[in-house]
């Protein structure tokens, strides 16, 4: 009897530490990194050799190196492809644009990015092609890239990259507390068209598509996150403009009601990105 109760006994304290070290495992695997691509024209998106969508994308890869390939469609203009190796951070959405041309040269692009940082602040890296190319923070000259400051304000920054001989390149940018943005900007020889938060809207409409949810309808909030405060609720298959993504959350910002008399600016609230979609509608 007593060899059974410690057969129990041991067999128990197993099965604990089994549960507790799946708990455990789960509770500490690593995040997915999150990869969003943006272009002109739409291309196919492949990552480390297989073919994952077209553009505009979002997807989530296991964190770490990866190769991107992005190779333009329906266009009879001869374009040259892009390729280049990412380092996806846990938790952390990479953001890469691409204006392709028919040269190297008269292509452009981006690419945003995130590092720890180690320290209670936001970091700034400008990286730029050309190289010493200046630039500005908000409107005001901070020098030439590349450009790196240790602490900046955690929050929206406009950032201009200028070079003789070629077109300014402009993007607004959202710094986060703990970690290095590197913002690298691919400018284009100057009469090229240029990739940026305006220039995107001259070439495609981005549509946000509400999806089904658990409750019949989705919350749209005063900000990113669910503290932000309920303004008003939406359903699936509603569409609206699409305006800005926080990379911190993945929420998403829309145009919820057009501009109207008494109201210019129309009113604008924040969708979980779990629940939507963003494509692109030709205007």
Do not use: C
């Amino acid at each position: 009897m007593r060899g059974l109760k410690i057969t129990f006994i041991v067999t128990l304290s197993l099965l604990i530490l089994a549960g507790t070290g799946f708990f455990l495992a789960g509770k500490f695997s690593p995040k997915p990194g999150g990869l969003r691509v943006e272009t002109v024209p739409s291309s196919s998106v492949i990552i480390n050799g297989s073919i994952v969508g077209e553009t505009p994308y979002k997807g989530f890869f296991k964190a770490g190196p990866l190769l991107l390939r992005l190779a333009p469609k329906g266009s009879s203009e001869n374009l040259v492809p892009f390729e280049t190796s990412i380092t996806l951070e846990p938790g952390i959405e990479t953001v890469v644009g691409r204006n392709f041309g028919t040269s190297e040269e008269n292509s452009s692009g981006y690419i945003i990015s995130f590092g720890k940082n180690n320290a209670q602040t936001a970091g700034l890296v400008v990286v730029s092609e050309p190289s010493n190319a200046q630039v500005l923070v908000d409107g005001v000259s901070r020098g030439f890239t590349t450009y790196d400051i240790s602490a900046i304000a955690p929050a929206k920054h406009a950032i201009t990259v200028k070079s003789p001989g070629y077109s300014d390149f402009s993007m607004t940018i959202n710094t986060l507390v703990g970690y290095r943005l590197t913002f690298y900007a691919k400018l284009g020889k100057e009469g090229t068209q240029q990739i940026s938060d305006s220039d995107t809207q001259k070439t495609s409409a981005k549509i946000v598509t509400i999806l089904n949810t658990p409750t019949g309808y989705l919350r749209v909030r005063s900000k990113p996150g669910s503290a932000g405060e309920e303004i008003a609720q939406v359903k699936p298959g509603d569409t609206f403009p699409y305006l800005d993504i926080d990379v911190a959350t993945g929420w998403i910002e829309i145009q919820y009601e057009a501009s109207k008399s008494g109201l210019p600016s129309g009113i604008a609230g924040w969708i979980s990105g779990s629940y939507a979609t963003v494509s692109a509608e030709a205007i």
